[in-house]
T-cell receptor, first 117, second 114 residues
Framework: AQKITQTQPGMFVQEKEAVTLDCTYD???????LFWYKQPSSGEMIFLIY??????QNATEGRYSLNFQKARKSANLVISASQLGDSAMYFC??????????????FGTGTRLTIIP | GAVVSQHPSWVICKSGTSVKIECRSL??????MFWYRQFPKQSLMLMAT?????????EQGVEKDKFLINHASLTLSTLTVTSAHPEDSSFYIC??????????FGSGTRLTVV
């Protein structure tokens, strides 16, 4: 079974509009972490935002916010006021395992976001 | 912030030769290094986890004799693709824990075996 599911292979959004990228996860751990990364065509992985399983408030980082719905096991990324530079591949990832060095980061299949001028 | 320097950025090698990829943590001690592989238009797949001073732990299906990982110091981890073949052509990227919850990635190495 997929641990991280991203159901949107590609999305096209008009510049300045908000966009939501979907992510659902599956884990039996009580303690876990959820991440979103941006991967431009150059290949580097750029950290966007993090949500811990025990965090009560949704994480926000500038134009990025994470809509964390624990009961539904979803962690959608919301990008407000999209910009042309937001065009990239976006990956949702989950960290399981508590002990340092014994953790594992599992990635979803990604969503390719294209911002239209 | 934590930086992981990965070299080379790209490499082309002949089939049958070996290629070494280096990841250095520049401003922190990388006790653990994760190595990923990414085929075109696909996700990152964890290949192995290396802890400084001990043998790497490989994921199921990854040939440990083909993908040699060395993590001899707290600032350097290497991945050697031995006897490379065209099917090994891929994007390889390393990652380490840079903060209390975050992960820092290298810039990746694009390997092409001809």
């Amino acid at each position: 079974a997929q641990k991280i599911t991203q159901t949107q292979p590609g999305m096209f959004v008009q510049e300045k509009e908000a966009v939501t990228l979907d992510c659902t996860y599956d884990t039996s751990d009580q303690s876990y972490g959820l991440f979103w990364y941006k991967q431009p065509s150059s290949g580097e992985m750029i950290f966007l935002i993090y949500q811990g399983s025990y965090d009560e408030q949704n994480a926000t980082e500038g134009r990025y916010s994470l809509n964390f719905q624990k009961a539904r096991k979803s962690a959608n990324l919301v990008i407000s006021a999209s910009q042309l530079g937001d065009s990239a591949m976006y990956f949702c990832a989950m960290r399981e395992g508590r002990s340092f060095g014994n953790e594992k980061l599992t990635f979803g299949t990604g969503t390719r976001l294209t911002i239209i001028p | 912030g934590a930086v992981v320097s990965q070299h080379p950025s790209w490499v082309i090698c002949k089939s049958g030769t070996s290629v070494k990829i280096e990841c250095r943590s520049l401003d922190f001690q990388a006790t653990t290094m994760f190595w990923y592989r990414q085929f075109p238009k696909q996700s990152l797949m964890l290949m192995a986890t290396s802890n400084e001073g001990s043998k790497a732990t490989y994921e199921q299906g990854v040939e440990k004799d083909k993908f040699l990982i060395n993590h001899a110091s707290l600032t350097l981890s290497t991945l050697t693709v031995t006897s490379a073949h065209p099917e090994d052509s891929s994007f390889y990227i390393c990652s380490s824990r840079g903060s209390n919850y975050g992960y820092t990635f290298g810039s990746g190495t694009r390997l092409t075996v001809v």
